[in-house]
């Protein structure tokens, strides 16, 4: 009986698999995870436990994963061009909760996307910052319902001086405002924090802004969205080496205290996967997809959205592309994945726009 149950669960397993090589996934959030990635996901290490650092781990038997940790954080820096990277979080949600629980105290204004301007929950009372303050304010936006509005924001971070900005977005079509708001944050001594949870890959493979250049003291991020991987997270900065040591020895009650490691050396083999992108395909594939969707949104609009910026080369941009490039997704091409914006946005924007 209970082999016959297990049977069927491996039976379901196998058909979720089969009828996922035969879809186009539509989700923001998901991807196609790279063949090498996946192969890894079933190593001893699904089931190990690293606590603490390479080479001052509370658990023995790590040596290897102290390699690959010491080799993927290396590679993450280079990668995204900042002095820190952890990678300890198991996804972004976490990566958020770890920094709020670090650089957030009660009380504390936190400045942040409101969730009908695209914001994510993590960063409400609902959410992970909600455990940390109940003073969060949304920015203002422009017209569109969907911009920060620069001018209104620097008036309001001058007033209410947060301690924290948290910039980026789910529904992520556009860059944000990172150099102009950081500009005001160090008047008020404002930590700006980016969520690029949906951008990582792009700003990896340097088709996105890079929010670290840019003035970001903070970047967090998920690596199963545009960053084709399993589920993790990862914190990135390039902040002196003290305030780091808050989120590198401080935050790890908040990160995977007993850390399920299946899946960072699947990051480093992920990191090798984007080193291999063709950039120009990849450059085209941007390009192409944010076009339609620039067309796509002025029709569906009507309201100037779509080429008001110019820039649509977001991962909204990439899956509409790549939607066009399954061929080179079935020659070979690991990590793609298709989708086209999510309705829910359309909805409320075309009742906010077209009314
Ligand atoms: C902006 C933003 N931040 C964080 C997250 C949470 O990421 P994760 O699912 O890796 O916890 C999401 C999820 O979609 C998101 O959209």
Known sequence: MYASKISDVEGLIRQQDEWRNRCINLIASENVMSRRARACAGSDFAHRYAEGHPGERYYRGTTYIDMIENQL????????????????????????????????????????????????????????????????????????????????AAYLIEKARPKLIVVGKSLFLFPEPVQELAEVCRHTHTLLMYDGAHVLGLIAGKQFQNPIKEGAFLVTGSTHKTFYGSQRGLILSSMDEEPWRKIDRGAEYHLAVGVE????????????????LDPP?????????????????????GSGLGNR?????????????????????SAGGEGYFVHVCASRFFKRFRRRCCR
């Open 73 to 152: 954080t290396a590679n993450l820096r280079v990668l995204f061009e900042c002095d820190h990277c952890e990678v300890r979080p198991i996804s972004g949600t976490n990566a958020n909760e770890a920094v709020f629980s670090r650089f957030v105290k009660p009380g504390d204004v936190v400045m942040v996307n409101s969730t009908p301007g695209g914001g994510h929950i993590s960063h409400h009372r609902m959410g992970s910052l909600g455990k940390f303050t109940r003073n969060i304010i949304d920015f203002p936006l422009t017209r569109d319902g969907y911009h920060i509005d620069v001018e209104k």
């Open 261 to 276: 490691l299946a899946y960072v050396d699947d990051l480093a083999v992920r990191k090798l996967r984007l080193d291999l």
């Open 281 to 301: 395909l990849g450059e085209a594939l941007l390009l192409a997809g944010g076009v339609i969707l620039g067309v796509f949104l002025e029709i569906a609009m």
């Open 309 to 329: 910026r110019g820039d649509l080369r977001t991962h909204h941009g990439l899956e509409v592309g790549q939607f066009l490039a399954k061929p080179f997704r």
